[in-house]
């Protein structure tokens, strides 16, 4: 059964930026037809998506993080990572991982991961 | 890039039935009937209920049903049960330069 799993630190401070690490069981994630993709949600309120990734590198990032955002990948690790700079309070929230099924454009997203809480203090 | 349309909070019955629309454009779930939905517990990770519009991932229970009409996607849940009270979201694929977005997410509260 495939797993994700997030992982990272919980504090980052104002200006910095935010790493964190995905790391795939229980399957490849070399695997045709799925993305690897990052989503957060802010405490009180819904998703957002950050940006999604193929195994051979390809990325698509939201375009309102586009400038913040980069998500690489290391099929040897069987993870995929996420970084965002110039972090702020408005970047404090759960963040997910998640398999992203993608079939023509058709997607959807399963499994996820539990979800890491990432705060920006100083 | 806008998100996708929810009611804010639907609520209902045991044993009725509920619908949560999801509204976009023609961009996004007005070209793709390709709206995948969430089910959310309080502090847990989101959970597949729909994916292509319609279908029902294994083990998901059949009282759980989407559809689509114009730019509007519809998830139903029948036989409501205490159980289904939580947050759901919708998701459209939404072009090669936006291409995923999210609904805002709809709290089912079960009377």
């Known amino acids: 059964q495939l797993q994700l799993q997030e992982s990272g630190p919980g504090l980052v401070k104002p200006s910095e930026t935010l790493s964190l690490t995905c790391t795939v069981s229980?399957?490849?994630?070399?695997?045709?037809?799925?993305?690897w993709g990052w989503i957060r949600q802010p405490p009180g309120k819904g998703l957002e998506w950050i940006g999604s990734?193929?195994?051979?590198?390809?990325?698509y990032y939201n375009p309102s993080l586009k400038s913040r955002v980069t998500i690489s990948v290391d099929t040897s690790k069987n993870q995929f990572s996420l970084k965002l700079s110039s972090v702020t309070a408005a970047d404090t929230a759960v963040y997910y991982c998640?398999?992203?099924?993608?079939?023509?454009?058709?997607?959807?997203?399963?499994?996820w991961g539990q979800g890491t809480l990432v705060t920006v203090s100083s | 890039q806008s998100a996708l349309t929810q009611p804010a909070s639907v609520s209902g019955s045991p044993g009725q039935s509920i619908t949560i629309s999801c509204t976009g454009t023609?961009?996004?779930?007005?070209?793709?009937?390709?709206v995948s939905w969430y089910q959310q517990h309080p502090g847990k990770a989101p959970k597949l209920m729909i994916y292509?519009?319609?279908k029902r991932p294994s083990g998901v229970s059949n009282r759980f049903s989407g559809s689509k009409s114009g730019n509007t996607a519809s998830l139903t849940i029948s036989g409501l049960q205490a159980e289904d009270e939580a947050d759901y979201y919708c998701?459209?694929?939404?072009?090669?330069?936006?291409?995923?977005?999210f609904g805002g997410g709809t709290k089912l509260t079960v009377l």
């Open positions: 023609s961009s996004d779930v007005g070209s793709y009937n390709l």
């Open positions: 998701c459209s694929y939404a072009g090669s330069s936006s291409f995923v977005v």
């Open positions: 998640a398999r992203l099924v993608v079939v023509a454009a058709i997607l959807w997203f399963d499994p």
């Open positions: 229980g399957g490849s994630i070399s695997s045709s037809s799925y993305y």
């Open positions: 292509e519009g319609s």
């Open positions: 990734i193929y195994y051979s590198g390809s990325t």
